[in-house]
């Protein structure tokens, strides 16, 4: 916003005293905040930095030591530079004492050989920084414009980002908690310069407040969350030429970043209430449960006028979804919308088929849930296998041929689909035998395409989403597992493959950042040392150190040193089970976390 002491040097006012740099000429670039004319030694107490001093120098110490302290005080306080003007106290150039001292502090002294009044410096360098001010006012208000129009349409993170590089000229990034690249715009820059090793990179950056300007890498960085919750940092690279400037970026970068980011928090904020209100209003009863859309009564009153009862019932949730989010030969969402509508007839149909009261839906883009009614307990196992069999066959028959013309597909109804054993009018709608009706199988979607997953079992209705949201995690948990089970029930799903799911909660970003973060700033500023290695040999062998040295590749007494030297830089004792425990699922919780 301000202008440099080389652009206040161009100005006619200033080269008709024909100026002269004679030191300091590196400092040319400082910025100008303000021209003082002083005539007295001890001016630099009523100075407050940045301030171009102009002095004829009648009144500056005649004595080498006076004028070195007068210009070391310019200095300390900040000073952009200092113009002398000869011709009253100094004739042909300043004291040589003078130009070495602000040589040896970096100050730009500038000599005026014609004498020049200096009202017209100053009028023409303050003309120039409230145009300046102006012109910085102007960007402001459209950068509040901007992203005001981008609050209200309900952009995407692309486009904010994009118009965060576009109104900055710099190139912006959004990360995670964990480091991990969420969107950026390199502005007209090597997108795989700016992020190759991103994630050292970003470690190394570290701004001292919630939106701060970190010198030493060039980044201005805020952080991105609201409602008490962080997920995320956005940083913006200043200057886009990769110098490190003597002062911060301008203002109005620090207001641009801060709006860009609080219109990420708000769109977050509005798709995820926007989906809960299309849930409410589009979904079925089964989704309701899981979202609290409606009362739990309401739930339960609707599903009995339906013909489902679930008081007093033995209550399990299930999720069937395809192991892969794009099957071969499909793409486009009309693909997957048919795909899950045939999985949810699927679905349906195997339910029938087993004699299984049960409310169900599609309950997201990819998943089909089930909400199960039985009369006890002891029913459980029976029932689920008898689904997941019933299941298989559904989808082979369907996949062995398609229906011939006129035949009319089963199609669910755009409420909660609802099975009750023995239900005459379910089986009509389906169109003759349920086990023939047409479904649009994908194709190749075989046994072992499909996840059958289900949560523990509940005894009342408020209990159901539990049951449910288990199920939902084990069956996104499960696509890791190679394995073909008929059903995925907890204990099949494991810790890494339940840590892999809940990659994304910024809970368990934060966890990790906790845990380990000392140790991966200092392997970003180490890379030959590779401690996290080290760690993760030595947890992964039990905590026994021979073996970890070996695994490790390291002798013994290295491996032991780097043992030492990590828990130094944790702050933990190794040798605790519960230290141990909580840094080996840190460590899990990277990986997954790093693994797509």
């Known amino acids: 916003m301000f202008p440099t002491v080389r652009e206040v040097l161009a100005l006619d006012p200033v080269r008709h005293g024909a100026p002269r740099v004679v030191a300091g000429d590196e400092g040319l670039d400082r910025p100008v905040r303000w021209v003082h004319v002083a005539e007295v030694p001890d001016i630099a107490t009523l100075l407050g930095g940045g301030e171009l001093v102009l002095t004829t120098g009648i009144g500056l ?236 009564d309401e739930v339960g009153l609707r599903a009995k006028a339906l013909g489902v009862v679930l008081d007093r019932r033995h209550l399990v949730g299930v999720m069937v979804r395809h192991r892969a989010d794009d099957p071969a030969g499909e793409a486009g969402p009309e693909a997957g919308q048919a795909r899950l509508r045939d999985l949810s007839e699927a679905v349906g149909q195997a339910l029938r088929e087993a004699k299984l009261t049960a409310l169900t839906s599609a309950v997201d883009d990819n998943s089909v849930g089930a909400l199960l009614a039985l009369p006890d307990p002891a029913a459980e196992d029976r029932a689920l296998s008898a689904f997941a069999s019933a299941l298989r066959r559904v989808r082979l028959d369907a996949g062995a041929g398609r229906p011939g013309p006129g035949v009319e597909p089963a199609r669910a109804a755009s409420g909660a689909d609802v099975s009750r054993t023995g239900s005459d009018a379910s089986r009509a709608a389906a169109g003759a035998d349920p086990t023939r009706a047409g479904f649009d199988v994908p194709r190749g979607a075989g046994p072992g395409a499909v996840i059958v997953a289900a949560g523990s079992g509940v005894s009342t209705l408020r209990e159901a989403r539990r049951s449910l949201v288990e199920a939902r995690q084990i069956a996104e948990a499960a696509r890791r597992d190679r394995r073909d089970l008929p059903i995925f029930r ?107």
């Open 61 to 296: 110490p005649g004595d080498d030591a006076g004028l070195r302290a007068f210009i070391g005080d310019l200095a300390d306080v900040g000073v952009s530079g200092l113009v002398v003007e000869l011709g009253r106290r100094y004739v042909s150039g300043v004291p040589r004492v003078m130009a070495a001292a602000a040589e040896r502090r970096g100050l730009p002294l500038v000599e005026l050989r014609r004498a020049t009044p200096f009202v017209r410096i100053t009028e023409a360098v303050h003309a120039l920084i409230v145009d300046a001010q102006l012109t910085e006012l102007r960007a402001t208000e459209e950068i509040h414009q901007r992203f005001n129009d981008l609050s209200v349409e309900g952009a995407d993170t692309a486009e904010v980002i994009r118009q965060a590089a576009e109104l900055s000229g710099c190139p912006v990034v959004l990360e995670n908690l964990s480091r991990q690249v969420l969107g950026y715009d390199p502005a007209g820059e090597s997108a795989e310069l700016l992020l190759d090793g991103w994630e050292q990179h970003s470690r190394r950056i570290r701004p001292a407040g919630r939106t701060a300007y970190d010198p030493y890498s060039g980044w201005l960085v805020t952080t991105v969350g609201a409602r008490g919750q962080d997920w995320g940092r956005l940083l913006l690279r200043w200057p886009a030429s990769g110098d490190v400037p003597s002062a911060g970026p301008p203002t109005r970068l620090t207001i641009l970043i801060e709006r860009a980011a609080s219109t990420l928090a708000l769109g977050r904020l509005i798709r995820r209430d926007a989906e809960g209100l299309e849930r409410q209003l589009h979904r079925t009863l089964l989704t309701a449960l899981l979202d609290h859309s409606r009362p739990v």
């Open 490 to 596: 907890l204990p099949h799903v494991g810790l890494a493959g339940l840590l892999h799911l809940l990659r994304d909660e910024p809970r368990l970003q934060t966890f990790v950042e906790r845990e380990l973060g000392a140790l991966l700033e200092y392997d970003a500023r180490h890379p030959r040392e590779r401690l996290l290695d080290t760690l993760r040999a030595y947890l992964e062998q039990g905590r026994n150190k021979s073996a970890g040295a070996a695994a490790a590749h390291l002798s013994r007494p290295a491996f032991y040193e780097r043992l030492a030297r990590i828990a130094r830089i944790l702050d933990v004792d190794l040798d605790s089970v519960e230290a141990s425990l909580s840094l080996h699922v840190a460590l899990l919780a990277l990986e997954a976390v790093r693994t797509p």
